[in-house]
């Protein structure tokens, strides 16, 4: 997940910093997301659009209809849909991705070899090529012995938008650009400018609704043994992060994996997990 940074160029109705305070204080509350001063052109100019479609004159009318009005929460996931960018794509961050697979799955295949059972958890999974990748590798990893198994991959969003395309499995070039030929024809099947997902691939995930503020409906998910949350920590201030931070604690087994984003650190937020000596895979356990 991403801020957009894109502007529109005409016809952008001026925000007030009073009504910056406001809408960042609305978003903040409602997904924790921390809106920096410097970001203020973002909202301004990615819902002018939203207001002008709605004949608001001025964003204190929007942040009335937002807060108090009869669809505030359809409301809230319109927004959110055009203020964040969810760009993703099939095997991105490959050096992390190579020691999943690579060095932790080997691990966790041993270790659950009684039960053969793996639940993983990619928390911000956008439009699903996340938990589609953990699964494309899993089914390499276990191989014939795929079938033997039980396997949970879970992908959650706020947005329902991008959920309903995960479940979809269809995707455009661009999301499937990094791939090697052999892995894009074993995988998937191409009509017209899409690529549509191997059904097998597709049954070893689902995708829920979450916000990661909500300690409550997180929890009732259950445990899992690998967790992935990349390039989403970024957007939280330290209070947002260490809460996030310790409901993965609490969701993961007790020999479990987060994977984080490169820019990301766990450090200050005093949460028991343990970084992995492993520079270029950004990965803790839990402690």
């Known amino acids: 997940m991403a801020l957009s940074s894109s502007m529109s160029k005409v016809n952008t109705i001026k925000m007030t910093e009073a009504q910056f305070d406001q809408l960042r204080d609305v978003i903040y509350k409602r ?16 819902l ?35 203020i964040t960018i969810n760009e993703t794509s099939f095997f991105r961050n490959e050096p992390q991705l190579d020691y999943f697979e690579q060095q932790v799955l080997p691990q966790l295949i041993e270790a659950r070899k009684d039960t053969k059972t793996l639940r993983l958890w990619s928390s911000a999974s956008s439009t699903g090529e996340e938990a589609y990748t953990m699964a494309i590798q899993l089914h390499r990893s276990l191989g014939i012995r795929a079938m033997d198994w039980k396997i949970e991959i879970l992908g959650t969003d706020i947005s329902e938008k991008v959920l309903k395309q995960a479940q979809e499995g269809k995707y455009p070039h661009y999301s499937v650009r990094s791939l090697n030929e052999m892995v894009l024809n074993r995988y998937f099947k191409q009509e017209g400018s899409y690529y549509h997902l191997d059904e097998n691939i597709k049954s070893m995930c689902r995708f829920e609704k979450l916000n990661l503020k909500d300690r409550v409906s997180a929890k009732r998910f259950g ?12 957007y939280f201030d330290d209070d947002m992060r260490k809460n996030v931070i310790s409901i993965f604690h609490d969701q993961l087994a007790k020999d479990g994996y987060l994977f984080i984003g490169h820019s990301e650190s766990l450090r200050s937020l005093n949460v028991p997990f343990e970084q992995l000596p492993a520079p270029q895979a950004f990965v803790y356990q839990k402690v």
């Open 48 to 82: 002018s659009r939203r207001l002008e479609e709605l004949e608001f004159e001025d964003f204190s009318q929007y942040i009335m209809f937002l807060t108090a009005g009869p669809y505030q929460m359809e409301e809230f996931q319109e927004m959110f849909n055009r």
């Open 31 to 46: 997904a924790g997301i921390h809106f920096l001063d410097s970001k203020k052109y973002v909202l301004e100019s990615r």
């Open 223 to 234: 445990t899992f043994d690998v967790i992935f949350c990349r390039n989403v920590l970024i």
